[in-house]
């Protein structure tokens, strides 16, 4: 089946304390985000990605599309206001026809430590139960703060699962639920699709597969790619 | 304040796949818990340890005591069958009178990346407050498994902390709560003093001091470590 990526690096990120937003940053010589669109562009040779990045990005944007040698299967898009607006202006921007079924993966471009591997588990798994959402156990103790702040209590990790991307859904489950206004509580694509009744279908994501937010993400990120024989990775110039 | 920390490594770990115990893996050349031991005995320079191993690894215990080269400051005591047993061993075993009035912190011997400025925070603040709780923000989406499992549903992660350690006490908070009896709802210590009716303390973690607990733990702190230039840290040999 037909396979989108929606890539998702509209923010303009200030926790790092950077002067460049947080997908621009350099890992190994390269910025986060080309390491995102470079396991994409390898995980399927027919898929087609459409990267979501603020506005005033999409130059910069263009230029690391080209440096991945692949810019004709990258299309470039405007960021919105909140994470679902991003998400909805990139579901637009998916050329051919709204009716052609196909497998949209929604993924933060952050995570660019995802692998290959978990790419074609989510799609394998979409395309049998019409979603994918990669999840991992929690480590940690975890406690819920009450609604007032303050107090907090205890939560049985067990029952907690960490929701990682690419979330994957069938066009015929995602493209309806944006079709919605927007709900504050939607705070991720599952939670879009399941306002509009979708089941989700939690899959094992990856321990590796992090968010890159603050400054010490990206010295685990170094340490991780530094590690890593990935036979996807091109080798640096 | 007279300072103990109670260091638990009572688990003979099998998730690492690996033929010893992740706290006895190697990182830069030294065992995990010497890491862990090392930051401790820096943090206060009248702090004593008492560290909680399997029974079967008291020997490789007092080998890396020795390695410390501060042996002396290092007791040495066997674990139980859950991390709530381990824990009552290790304060069973602090010298000195036990209505002494004193600090206790409780840590995770694999979290071996926490620093020495949270520990002293710790400190600090159990003294101010009687407890204090590192905790940091969940930076994934969050999701709450139904007890009977397969359902899930979204919990809004800005109320979602994660729990770390040092969980540090009064003695005179802690001490009392484990005289009660073992309840399966204790999965941490912080559990144990609220049941006792204490009010828990929460401070601001650190990203960096993560749980060992798989491969790709070993390979995010070697970058940790390679990274950080620690006055704390001895040269390695």
Redesign the interface.
Known sequence: MKKYAVIVAGGSGTRMGAASPKQFLLLRGKPVIWHTLRVFLDAFEDLEIILVLPEEYREEGRTIAASTGSAERIRITGGGATRWHSVRNGLGAIPGPVEEPSVIFVHDGVRCLVRTALIRLCYDEAVRCGSAIP?VD????????A?GGGL?E???????????TPQTFLSTMIRPAYGMDYQE?F??E??VV?AMGGK?H?VEGE??N??I??P??M??A???L??RPDPTRRPLP
Do not use: N, Y
């Open positions: 999840v929690c480590p940690d103790s975890v406690r819920l703060m609604a907090s205890p939560v049985d990790r067990r029952r907690v699962k960490l929701v990682q509580r705070t991720d599952a939670t399941e989700l939690l321990r590796g992090i968010k937010t603050t010490f993400d010295i685990l170094e340490g991780v530094a590690a």
